[in-house]
Nanobody, 126 residues
Framework: QVQLEESGGRSVQAGGSLRLSCAAS????????IGWFRQAPGKEREFVVV????????YYADSVKGRFTISRDNAKNTVYLQMNSLKPEDTSVYYC???????????????????WGPGTQVTVSS
């Protein structure tokens, strides 16, 4: 079992920055990858970024590449998502999720993630 909880979401103006956190408990944190996904009103949940269990490998969606940075602190059981140059189209509920299936790798498909946090709202105004 893994429990996840996101924090750090709030309202911000376009061009601003936010840092989201995903705190985990339960299973050994360094044994699974963590992905971030987001869902805007009326849209499907979409992949944003993922980090491997060691933190050595990451993969970003094209829409956030160069603006968002993912990192993890395995000593603190926490993954961070630094979001810079925010745009109104980044407005969504952001979710972190645990991928226990790929060992040192990770999946980009949300249906392959095993545990999800409740989400945190990010609103970017123009």
């Amino acid at each position: 079992q893994v429990q996840l909880e996101e924090s750090g979401g709030r309202s911000v103006q376009a061009g601003g920055s936010l840092r989201l956190s995903c705190a985990a408990s339960g299973r050994t944190f360094s044994s699974y990858a963590i992905g971030w996904f987001r869902q805007a009103p009326g849209k499907e949940r979409e992949f944003v970024v993922v980090i491997s269990r060691s933190g050595e490998r990451t993969y970003y969606a094209d829409s956030v590449k160069g603006r968002f940075t993912i990192s993890r602190d395995n000593a603190k059981n926490t993954v961070y998502l630094q979001m810079n140059s925010l745009k109104p189209e980044d407005t969504s509920v952001y979710y972190c999720a645990a991928d226990l299936n790929y060992g040192s790798g990770f999946s980009l498909r949300l249906n392959e993630y095993d545990y999800w946090g409740p989400g945190t709202q990010v609103t970017v105004s123009s």
